[in-house]
Each structure stands twice: as structure tokens, then as C-alpha cells.
């Protein structure tokens, strides 16, 4: 199974800020989610950008993806102190066929400052 | 309603001991997960049921035992648990089954607390 790389691992900012969030994969994909986590607590999904899209925004959230790279990145800007929670990619290979099989990487955790 | 809700929020228990998380949702779907969590990592996939029949179970020990008795609850049955076993589980759910058409987000519940003494 893939692997997913986040970095980076910790992201300290100011409220007002931007932060930005890198991911990798490996194989092929159909998609790639964001989902933030509050500590502790369930994943809540943020946004998803198709295998075909370079691009796509929701609210503050900007996220880019490059499949040539394999990689993507999740913009969020003019944070506020609620936003501070673990990021995590998640992406949905190609080869399945059954079922919803998500991979998560490795997370960011991000802490902004009030 | 679109949210999984999950019980007991903490569990502390035993190595001998049997014990059973619970899941439900009723947002009509009809994929549902088992994540394990452990802290600071990112949660691993355990299994998944689609339309009530086990569809993937990721080599998990067998004193995991999932169970399905319909379409909204999903059981985690829990026996001879390690240690290492503590962590936090995370049910979640989808709409329907995953194609290469048809992106599937899943929605996940507050997870069970689990501490295995």
C-alpha cells in the first residue's frame, strides 16, 4: 500500500497568517482529501480535488494538486486560533475496486497562534 | 443527520476481558469503517463493510472481531486485547461504495478512547 508523506510535521504561525501544508504520495490516484483532526477527536473532511483537477478552493482552503510530482498542497489562509488542529492527506488509489480504501499520510500539525 | 456517532467515548479494560464498541449513523450510507489511531499517527484502516458484508479486513488480529447487523450500526468486538492494542478507534462512513467515477468522502465519529491495562 501507498504511503503518504506530509511536511511539515509541525507549523507554528500567527493568527492572520497563511499555512501551507505539503503532501506526497506514490501510486496512482482517483483523489486526494484533507481532513483535520482536533486532538483527540474524530476527522472531519475539508476538501477533495480529483485526480483531473490541478486546483480548488473551498472558503479559506486552496488546495493544489500535481500529479505528475505526486504531490499536493493545502493553503489555508488568514488563519485564525480555531484552525489549530492535525491536517492530514488522504488519497484514494486508482486500483481499487472495492469498498472506499483511504490512505492517510503522515499529518501536520498546526498551531496558530492568538 | 450527518453524524456518526460512536459509544463509549472511553473504555478502559482488561486483557481478559470481552467488550464491544459501538457505531451508528443514519445518513443512508452503506459503506462503514474501522480506523485504529494511535497517537500522533495517522489512523490506520482496519476494515470496511459495504452493504452489510465484510470487504476488506486489513490482516487485523482476530481478537478484532467486526460485526454488521445493519445498514446504520457497526460493532467492534474486542477479546484478549494487548497492550499495544490501546488506542483510538474511529468508525466512519460513506455513501456508497468506492468507483473510479465517483469520489467518496467518509464521515468519521469522535472515536472510542481505548486503554488496554
Known amino acids: 500500500s501507498q504511503q503518504g508523506e506530509e511536511d511539515p510535521q509541525a507549523l507554528s504561525i500567527q493568527e492572520g497568517e497563511n499555512a501551507t501544508m505539503n503532501c506526497s504520495y506514490k501510486?496512482?490516484?482517483?483523489?486526494l482529501q484533507w481532513y483535520r483532526q482536533n486532538s483527540g477527536r474524530g476527522l472531519v473532511h475539508l476538501i477533495l480535488i480529483r485526480s483531473n483537477e490541478r486546483e480548488k478552493h473551498s472558503g479559506r482552503l486552496r488546495v493544489t494538486l500535481d500529479t505528475s510530482k505526486k504531490s499536493s498542497s493545502l493553503l489555508i489562509t488568514a488563519s485564525r486560533a480555531a484552525d489549530t488542529a492535525s491536517y492530514f492527506c488522504?488519497?484514494?488509489?486508482?486500483?481499487?475496486?472495492?469498498?472506499?480504501?483511504?490512505?492517510f499520510g503522515e499529518g501536520t500539525q498546526l498551531t496558530v497562534n492568538p | 443527520d450527518t453524524e456518526v456517532t460512536q459509544t463509549p467515548k472511553h473504555l478502559v479494560m482488561g486483557m481478559t476481558n470481552k467488550k464491544s464498541l459501538k457505531c451508528e449513523q443514519h445518513?443512508?450510507?452503506?459503506?462503514m469503517y474501522w480506523y485504529k489511531q494511535k497517537a500522533k499517527k495517522p489512523p490506520e484502516l482496519m476494515f470496511v463493510?459495504?452493504?452489510?458484508?465484510?470487504?476488506i479486513n486489513e490482516s487485523v488480529p482476530s481478537r478484532f472481531s467486526p460485526e454488521c447487523p445493519n445498514s446504520s450500526l457497526l460493532n467492534l468486538h474486542l477479546h484478549a486485547l494487548q497492550p499495544e492494542d490501546s488506542a483510538l478507534y474511529l468508525c466512519?462512513?460513506?455513501?456508497?461504495?468506492?468507483?473510479?467515477?465517483?469520489?467518496?468522502?467518509?464521515?468519521f465519529g469522535p472515536g472510542t478512547r481505548l486503554t488496554v491495562l
Open positions: 501510486t496512482s490516484i482517483n483523489n
Open positions: 463493510y459495504s452493504y452489510e458484508k465484510l470487504s
Open positions: 445518513m443512508g450510507h452503506r459503506a
Open positions: 466512519a462512513s460513506s455513501h456508497r461504495l468506492w468507483t473510479s467515477q465517483d469520489p467518496d468522502t467518509q464521515y
Open positions: 488522504a488519497t484514494d488509489a486508482e486500483e481499487e475496486t472495492s469498498g472506499s480504501r483511504l490512505t
